[in-house]
């Protein structure tokens, strides 16, 4: 009965303990929702999608603010810009900003 008492015990600490660390990580992966402001180091194309074909947007000046919103993938994030006071959302390369 003892065994029986302490094996449920040790597997409700264990399962308690691992519940705590994953919702902490998820917390500490994304900080910050909101979009954050960078500026565009070289002119580059706002697409409104992630492939060759995609429909181009706007065209950016260097110098130009966005919004990034998301890293989408490893060549693309995903930013709010206002063009000709129009407001876009789309895609840019990655490589449009500095480090």
Same mark, same amino acid.
Request: proline fraction near 2%; glycine fraction near 6%; charged fraction near 20%.
């Given at each position: 009965?003892?065994?029986?008492?302490?094996?449920?015990?040790? @597997? *409700?600490? !264990?399962? $308690?303990?691992?519940?705590?660390?994953?919702? &902490?990580?998820?917390?500490?992966?994304?900080?910050?929702?909101?979009?954050?402001?960078?500026?565009?180091?070289?002119?580059?194309?706002?697409?409104?999608?992630?492939?060759?074909?995609?429909?181009? @947007? *706007?065209? !950016?000046? $260097?110098?130009?603010?966005?919004?990034?919103? &998301?890293?989408?993938?490893?060549?693309?994030?995903?930013?709010?810009?206002?063009?000709?006071?129009?407001?876009?959302?789309?895609?840019?390369?990655?490589?449009?900003?500095?480090?």
């Amino acid at each position: 009965m003892k065994k029986t008492l302490l094996y449920f015990g040790a @597997l *409700a600490l !264990l399962t $308690a303990s691992a519940c705590s660390s994953s919702r &902490d990580d998820s917390r500490s992966r994304r900080p910050n929702d909101a979009p954050v402001a960078h500026t565009s180091v070289v002119e580059c194309i706002l697409y409104d999608g992630m492939t060759k074909s995609s429909k181009q @947007l *706007a065209t !950016l000046n $260097a110098g130009s603010e966005v919004q990034v919103m &998301d890293t989408v993938s490893a060549y693309f994030v995903k930013v709010r810009v206002t063009a000709a006071g129009k407001t876009e959302t789309g895609y840019m390369y990655r490589t449009c900003f500095g480090k």
